[in-house]
């Protein structure tokens, strides 16, 4: 079985299954954003006509999977993809009704306070969301009860209690690990404010198999003569098994009341 048929699996990921495996890696910008996304959801009430921002939407299938599997609206924020891009791959997938497009930085956002009924992050909220600071900015476009949802590279040992960034992991990614956490270090780092309760926080126990399967596969569908002899995501996951690398998934609500 070829790496690109490996991303398909009904049993595990049903909704995700449905959409063409070659159609998502011509909009890779990381891991597989459909899986991280599907799993997500299961912690989540998405109802339709929900307004949702998809912060760091990247090339914006996150988006049409919220558009289509969940009926909702959806705001497509980047900073580096272009919204006409955007805007042409979601008129190509039918969902220009339901899902805007535009540019934004995470710390710079162009919307009024309470906008959105959900905001969803997928595998970007690590490279602007770990400072303290950042909770109580970004819940002030949340509308009250509304609901922040991210996933993000997580490890199963905190960085600061393993003393160092473990070799396999520094080789591939540098300083950049120290942003990778702990569910429970969310969890905390979230609770303790009182700005939102937590409502999950979990490890995938096998998020880095599924990283290891979308990378086995975006590497395959390179040009042969353009195709690295060494993958350092794949050697960085093989290296690894899972002993400290996966996803964190955590979800929580903002209170309806201050």
Same mark, same amino acid.
């Given at each position: 079985m070829s790496a690109l048929q490996d991303l398909v699996r009904p049993e595990k990921y049903p909704r995700s299954s449905q959409y063409d495996p070659a159609w998502l890696l011509q909009l890779d910008m990381g891991p597989h954003p459909l899986w991280l996304l599907e799993d997500l959801s299961r912690d989540l009430d998405l109802q339709p006509g929900m307004r949702v921002l998809d912060l760091g939407s990247? %090339?914006?299938?996150?988006? /049409?999977?919220?558009?289509?599997?969940?009926? /909702?609206? /959806?705001?497509?924020?980047?900073? +580096?993809?272009?919204?006409?891009?955007?805007?042409v791959m979601f008129a190509e997938a039918g969902v220009s009704d339901?899902? !805007?497009?535009?540019?934004? &930085?995470?710390?710079?956002?162009?919307?009024?306070?309470n906008s959105f009924?959900?905001?969803v992050s997928i595998d970007a909220y690590e490279y602007f969301g770990t400072?303290?600071?950042y909770l109580?900015?970004?819940?002030?476009?949340?509308?009250p009860g509304g609901q922040l949802a991210i996933a993000t590279p997580g490890m199963t040992s905190e960085i600061r209690d393993l003393g160092e960034i473990p070799p396999h992991i520094k080789d591939c990614v540098g300083w950049e690990a120290i942003a990778w956490h702990t569910a429970q270090w969310w969890r905390f780092?979230? !609770?303790?404010? &009182?700005?939102?309760?937590?409502?999950?926080?979990?490890?995938?126990?096998?998020? +880095? &198999?599924?990283?290891?399967? +979308?990378?086995?596969?975006? %590497? &395959? !569908?390179?040009p042969e003569d353009t195709r690295d002899l060494t993958d350092p995501v794949i050697t960085m996951l093989e290296a690894d098994g899972g002993a400290l690398l996966s996803f964190a998934l955590v979800t929580a609500r903002k209170p309806v009341t201050p």
């Open positions: 990247g %090339r914006g299938a996150t988006s /049409v999977f919220l558009a289509r599997e969940f009926g /909702v609206q /959806v705001v497509a924020a980047d900073l +580096w993809v272009s919204p006409d891009d955007a805007a339901s899902v !805007q497009a535009c540019k934004a &930085e995470a710390h710079s956002l162009p919307f009024a306070a009924d959900v905001i400072a303290d600071s109580a900015y970004i819940t002030r476009f949340l509308k780092q979230w !609770q303790i404010t &009182e700005l939102v309760t937590v409502t999950s926080a979990r490890l995938q126990p096998d998020g +880095w &198999e599924d990283w290891l399967l +979308w990378a086995r596969a975006c %590497r &395959e !569908q390179q």
